[in-house]
């Protein structure tokens, strides 16, 4: 069974997908560093790939967010990071945008003309309900 707090979405694209799974992190720019503040180690997290509209998961934070724990991903621009681990197999979800509006995240339109949460951390309620389209034992 899962215990965790918060759930946590983080973003990446076709361009950086890999280097987060490679690195086992995620990452934000810098400026949106407070919003990352809440999270904790033991919070679950899923990554959303904005071109492919697909949640991939099941992670689990290992770290608080902080700047620089890997200065040289993304070639440094995205600075706040947080470490994670994947629980078990990756597992990849389509329709993302739907699954995450119908849990009761508030989405917005990023500059890529994607839809993603307003805010990357979010209560354990919501978590559950994103997590029914996972395999998993929570």
Same mark, same amino acid.
């Given at each position: 069974? !899962?215990? &965790?707090?918060?759930?946590i $979405?983080?973003?990446?694209? /076709?361009? $950086? +997908?890999?280097?987060c799974?490679?690195?086992?992190l995620f990452?934000?720019l810098? *400026?949106?560093?407070?919003?990352?503040? +809440?999270? *904790?180690?033991?919070?679950?997290?899923?990554?959303?790939?904005?071109?492919?509209? +697909? !949640?991939?998961g099941?992670?689990? %934070?290992?770290?608080?967010?902080?700047?620089?724990? +890997?200065? /040289?991903?993304?070639?440094?621009?995205?600075?706040?990071?947080?470490?994670?681990? !994947?629980i078990?197999?990756?597992q *990849?979800?389509?329709?993302? %945008? &739907?699954? !995450?509006?119908? %849990?009761?995240?508030?989405? *917005?339109?990023? $500059?890529?003309?994607a839809?993603?949460?307003? &805010?990357?951390?979010?209560e354990?309620g919501?978590?559950?309900?994103i997590? $029914?389209n996972?395999?998993?034992?929570?």
């Amino acid at each position: 069974m !899962l215990q &965790f707090e918060r759930g946590i $979405t983080m973003l990446c694209d /076709d361009r $950086t +997908e890999q280097e987060c799974l490679n690195c086992s992190l995620f990452g934000d720019l810098a *400026r949106r560093f407070q919003e990352l503040d +809440e999270i *904790r180690p033991g919070d679950i997290g899923l990554l959303l790939n904005m071109n492919r509209d +697909e !949640l991939l998961g099941i992670f689990r %934070a290992c770290s608080k967010a902080q700047l620089h724990i +890997e200065p /040289d991903a993304w070639d440094g621009k995205f600075e706040a990071q947080v470490r994670v681990e !994947l629980i078990g197999k990756l597992q *990849r979800i389509n329709d993302a %945008a &739907f699954i !995450l509006k119908k %849990a009761g995240l508030a989405m *917005r339109q990023a $500059t890529s003309g994607a839809l993603v949460p307003q &805010f990357p951390v979010f209560e354990r309620g919501v978590m559950e309900k994103i997590l $029914t389209n996972f395999n998993h034992d929570a």
